[in-house]
């Protein structure tokens, strides 16, 4: 019974999302993202367009039971199985939170002045924009990290391995990155939190639907869940200068060598215009994955390869940074050059299998 209940656990947690509305996969964001895919595909085909038009392109059984598909699932399924809350009992929002508080409050200053004095309305109004804003810039920046570090870019190629997108695409991660990111999001929200208690004082809440950051929700809202799926849903030129449309993430899954390293952004694509790796959608039909050919070979989407291989590749990476900054280090009398030149020798091309490129 107990090895049934260690495989059941992550089955039951994936269910329980789905009536969470705090999770990306909650039922109700699911079937939003289905009405506007609806109302795309009714401007798109106004002649053609039914009911069993729609179906037959939100279901398409070449992107659902595709090997691509099925490797979602099943790393989604392992990391459930895997960490099942042992990274947030090692590093939480709420221990970050109140280291940050105490050492705030220990300078002083804010044992003096404890809060600053505003409407009383406009707390959880800062508050709730501060966290959203903060926490969407640090992913784009960890989001950049894991393209542009040799070492991360091995286990967010598995990610990228993806060739068909749905929903589930979004947990298509290796356990590595799966760490990253829980890390950063304690780190960071758990910052915000303890910097703005002492801050704000008692008078800190947040705007909230159904217990679920306000702004979070608007985010799914207005379909979240497009980004990784077959349906191209565009905003105008002007908007997507300043939020990410599922159609800009899309293409950021393209192989075209134009597209690499484009679209960061996770919200805001403002923070992309910024730092110089915005594109705007395109109207054309995209090819996801590694390589032009990369689902050709089944074993690309084998659990066992998307775990290991990019251990192997992360292994041959770092040995080959390490014997770059030795010999560096002995030309230069002791003195190492810099990461961008070491790194140019470990440049990993967007574009191939887990194994670094030279």
Request: net charge positive; hydrophobic share 45%; aromatic share 12%.
């Given at each position: ?5 260690i495989?059941l656990d992550?089955?039951?947690?994936l269910?329980s999302d ?11 964001y ?6 506007i895919a ?15 038009l ?6 398409a059984?070449k ?8 490797a979602?699932?099943?790393l989604l399924?392992?990391?459930r ?11 939480s929002?709420s ?13 002083g ?9 505003l409407?009383?309305?406009m ?29 991360l ?13 749905t ?7 290796h356990?590595?990155?799966a760490?990253?990111?829980?890390m950063?999001g304690?780190?960071?929200q ?8 002492a ?8 705007f909230?639907?159904l ?17 990784h799926?077959?349906?191209?849903l565009?905003?105008?030129?002007g ?10 993430h ?5 192989v075209?060598e134009?597209?690499?390293d484009k ?10 215009l ?5 594109h ?9 994955g590694l ?6 070979d089944?074993?690309?989407h084998?659990?066992?390869h ?5 251990l ?18 002995a ?12 790194r ?7 574009p ?7």
């Amino acid at each position: 019974m107990v090895e049934l209940d260690i495989v059941l656990d992550p089955i039951v947690a994936l269910l329980s999302d789905l009536w969470n509305p705090q999770k990306r996969i909650f039922l109700g964001y699911l079937g939003l993202a289905a009405l506007i895919a609806a109302v795309v595909l009714r401007l798109r085909y106004p002649s053609s367009f039914s009911l069993k038009l729609l179906i037959r392109t939100l279901f398409a059984g070449k992107v659902w039971l595709s090997q691509s598909s099925f490797a979602d699932i099943k790393l989604l399924l392992f990391n459930r199985l895997l960490f099942g809350g042992i990274v947030t009992q090692v590093l939480s929002k709420s221990t970050v939170g109140l280291s940050v508080y105490f050492l705030l409050m220990d300078t002083g200053w804010f044992s003096v002045t404890p809060g600053i004095l505003l409407p009383e309305h406009m707390y959880p109004l800062i508050f709730t924009a501060i966290l959203f804003i903060v926490d969407d810039y640090s992913r784009y920046w960890t989001h950049r990290a894991l393209h542009r570090i040799p070492i991360l870019w091995e286990f967010h190629k598995v990610h990228h391995s993806a060739t068909t997108l749905t929903p589930l695409t979004i947990f298509r991660t290796h356990p590595v990155e799966a760490i990253v990111f829980s890390m950063r999001g304690a780190l960071v929200q758990g910052t915000v939190v303890g910097a703005a208690f002492a801050v704000f004082g008692s008078n800190l809440n947040l705007f909230t639907i159904l217990g679920a950051n306000i702004l979070s929700v608007l985010f799914h809202v207005v379909g979240s869940n497009l980004r990784h799926s077959h349906i191209q849903l565009r905003y105008p030129r002007g908007l997507e200068r300043w939020l990410v449309s599922p159609a800009q993430h899309q293409l950021h899954h393209s192989v075209s060598e134009e597209h690499f390293d484009k679209n960061f952004g996770v919200a805001f694509s403002c923070w992309d215009l910024i730092h110089g790796t915005h594109h705007f959608s395109q109207a054309r039909r995209l090819t996801y994955g590694l390589t032009e050919n990369y689902n050709v070979d089944r074993v690309n989407h084998t659990l066992s390869h998307l775990l290991f291989a990019p251990l192997t590749a992360a292994y041959r990476c770092l040995s080959h940074f390490a014997c770059s900054a030795c010999s560096s280090l002995a030309a230069k009398g002791g003195k190492i050059t810099s990461w961008a030149r070491v790194r140019s020798t470990t440049q990993v091309v967007r574009p191939g299998s887990f194994q670094s490129q030279k």
